[in-house]
């Protein structure tokens, strides 16, 4: 699969802009503050429907402007492919394939797989447990789509019950009825979640250990591993086990929606004790993994989004990725950097055609 052009409008810090771009390497170089991350981010918009920086979806409209376009034509398995995503303030975002729009944006999600390398990656390792469950469950969802409507399923049930106990808390009442309606539909669509996300690291952890050996020359030994309520008991019963705690904290404090993923170096938190260079070559594993198990479940190879990735990695780090890029098993590759120099001697080591693209 292969991203031939790109058009956007009104995107961030751009007002207009097309590239044509290489079917292997495409590097954006420049200074801090001119845009490289944008281009990135507006391929990822094509495959997501949303920015992977910035949730709020019109705070990606450029500043004085009433709407963004981002315009990408494909060739996937021998067919163009044309994708738009638009937005216009005070409106629904619109998602168009081939000039037809979605109804539903999931049922986009998988059709461009896509894989980002970025330093905000580094939220995995510092921030709690709920952008983790987001990794893993954008894994799995780009090559499953049962897995991504049952999740959705499940998130509207847990909103559902959520809002009855703050209605019994508010009216100090209680309805036992209503509630094993929810317990009943939360219990069969966690379980089938909790399955698939165990089954799902049977097969990445070590796809993910393997990835990490190679970067860092098998110096370090790390591990990835499940944390779920549901390993004690079923979700029913935890949830029963639970209820006088929900109806004080007026929401349910137990489930699939509180999952964890730990992240380990020689046996202890990466967070606490890994270096710099240690966390992002964990970050990179991780990714790459994610790249590995997608286009094996998919059969298309993703697009891969290299931001900054050079930075805070030592020579022989940086070498070890260049090198594994350099073979048949990756597409076409997108690299940001700030140093013209640094990204020309490294591309060069690789024997793909690539373009350079120098934003002033």
């Known amino acids: 699969m292969v991203l ?34 944008n281009i990135l981010d507006a391929i990822y918009h094509l495959s997501f429907g949303k920015s992977y920086f910035n949730p709020i979806a019109s705070q990606n409209i450029k500043h004085n402007e009433d709407f963004f376009v981002v315009d990408g034509l494909y060739l996937k398995q021998e067919r163009q492919e044309k994708i738009i995503v638009s937005l216009k303030k005070g409106q629904k975002k619109i998602i168009k394939r081939n000039s037809k729009v979605y109804d539903k944006f999931s049922d986009h999600i998988g059709f461009l797989p896509l894989v980002i ?9 510092i921030e709690g447990s709920d952008t983790r469950r987001k990794f893993i469950d954008g894994v799995i969802s780009q090559s499953d789509k049962t897995y991504l409507q049952q999740l959705i399923s499940y ?56 990835r990490y050996k190679a970067i860092s020359n098998g110096n370090e030994k ?75 479940e998919s059969g298309v190879t993703p697009i891969l989004l290299l931001d900054d990735i050079f930075d805070k990695l030592d ?33 060069k080591q690789v024997h793909q055609t690539y373009q350079i693209f120098n934003l002033q």
């Open 117 to 125: 390398i970025s330093p905000a990656d580094r939220d995995l390792i």
């Open 155 to 210: 998130n509207k049930v847990l909103t559902q019950r959520n809002a009855l106990l703050k209605y019994f808390a508010a009216n100090n009442t209680f309805n036992s009825d209503t509630l094993d309606i929810y317990n009943s539909q939360l219990n069969d669509l966690g379980q089938a979640i909790h399955k698939k996300r165990n089954e799902f690291l049977k097969v990445f952890v070590p796809i993910f250990k393997a």
């Open 4 to 37: 031939k052009t790109l058009s956007i409008l009104n995107y961030k810090n751009f007002d207009s802009k097309t590239f044509n771009f290489d079917s292997k390497i495409n590097c954006f170089v420049g200074a801090n503050g001119i845009g490289k991350t």
């Open 222 to 296: 790390v591990n990835l591993s499940y944390k779920s309520d549901l390993f004690e008991d079923s979700l029913l019963t935890i949830l029963k086990q639970n209820l006088n705690k929900d109806k004080a904290l007026q929401y349910t404090s137990v489930g699939i929606h509180k999952d964890d993923l730990k992240f380990e170096i020689e046996s202890y938190p990466i967070k606490k004790f890994g270096s710099q260079g240690q966390q992002k070559s964990f970050l990179i594993a991780l990714k790459l993994a994610q790249f590995d198990f997608i286009k094996a």
């Open 315 to 347: 020579e022989h780090r940086v070498a070890q990725i260049i090198a594994l890029v350099d073979n048949e098993n990756f597409g076409q590759i997108f690299i940001t950097d700030t140093h013209p120099e640094r990204t020309e001697v490294a591309i």
